[in-house]
């Protein structure tokens, strides 16, 4: 007999928990009850690692009901658009607990990739207020990707373009929807100086509550927790592009990789280290619940001083 999630109680799936105390994939503490979102049926007990991977993979596989795509599977399907590619070495034990082949998967995702037809550019002033659901973006599209690629260029263009801009070219599907934010897959750029000029903004904001010093810590822990993760490996172009949108050339060694760092708090390169750190930890984790990208890099300093003390032991 099928179990189906929606119809457990909490009771039934407190029991079933105890039935399977360990991950389905990797035999660690079974903490989430995994289900087919389509079916409702349950599949096994799993950590909340695996099952933060799987769901990952699974949405993926079906276009996002909301904005975007939920962040890992937004990459696969970045990495897809740019190269026709995906690294899935991290997936190999999760493909036969879906039950299906890692070609099968690759091929369901291109075919919801196919339904990306439309390509929009959307833009906003950078301001010293946090982009939300209440940002105003102008948007043009949809386009042809020459005429993208030229929208792109005259938007990143500090002479014709005066203000520090945020902007988002999208692949969306062709759903009727004229969106006023950006939505489905999203490519992230800025223009020439423009998180340079971000900093400034939340360091004066800052400065102007008396907070400047909070900053001051933010960039001590950046230097001190998130630099060495960034170094401690031979990182890759589309790594290194992706936290530093205008680097010329791809370092070509530690001391150049170290200079394109910088001191000054960086959330791009923040992610990467942050996902670095919960590839060597593993379930080694300070706080379980940071299994999660988005908690993890919510508690960013916490979880790289963590894998700095670490370093020498368990990682």
């Known amino acids: 007999m099928k179990l189906l999630y929606s119809q457990m109680s909490d009771k039934e799936k ?7 105390p360990n991950c389905a994939i990797c035999g660690h503490v079974a903490r989430s009850i995994d289900h087919d979102h389509e079916t409702d049926v349950v599949r096994g007990a799993l950590c909340q690692r695996c099952n933060s991977r799987i769901g990952s993979l699974e949405c993926a596989l079906r276009l996002p009901k909301g904005r975007g795509f939920q962040s ?10 740019q190269t026709g ?20 998967f690759i091929h ?12 929009f550019i959307y833009w906003t002033e950078i301001t ?55 939505r489905t897959l999203g490519f992230s750029y800025h223009t020439p100086g423009a998180i340079q000029y971000r900093i400034e903004l939340r360091r004066n904001q800052e400065s102007s ?23 401690s490996r031979a990182l890759t172009a589309a790594q290194i592009h992706a936290a530093d949108v205008w680097l010329k050339s791809v370092p070509k060694n530690k001391n ?11 959330p791009r390169w923040v992610d990467i280290a942050v996902q670095i750190a919960l590839e060597d930890l593993g379930d080694n984790l300070p706080n379980p619940k940071w299994a999660s990208f988005t908690r993890a890099r919510f508690h960013w300093q916490e979880l790289c001083a963590y894998w700095n003390s670490h370093r020498q032991g368990s990682i």
């Open 14 to 20: 407190e029991k079933y928990r105890s039935w399977h």
């Open 72 to 81: 890992l599977a937004g990459d696969l399907h970045r990495a897809y658009a």
């Open 85 to 104: 590619a995906m690294n899935l070495s991290r997936f190999t034990d999760d493909f036969p607990y879906l039950g299906i082949t890692e070609d099968e």
């Open 108 to 119: 369901r995702l291109a075919a919801v990739h196919t339904l990306l037809t439309r390509r």
């Open 128 to 182: 010293s207020v946090t982009l939300s659901s209440d940002t105003l973006w102008q948007k043009v599209g949809p386009l042809t990707e020459e005429q993208a690629q030229r929208t792109l260029s005259r938007l990143q263009d500090p002479a014709s373009v005066p203000p520090h801009l945020q902007i988002t070219m999208t692949l969306e599907p062709d759903d009727g929807i004229d969106s006023p934010v950006p």
């Open 209 to 231: 509550i008396g907070l400047s010093t909070d900053f001051q810590k933010k960039c001590e822990a950046y230097v001190r927790d998130v630099v060495p993760i960034l170094l």
């Open 256 to 266: 150049e990789l170290r200079d394109a760092i910088g001191d000054w708090y960086s």
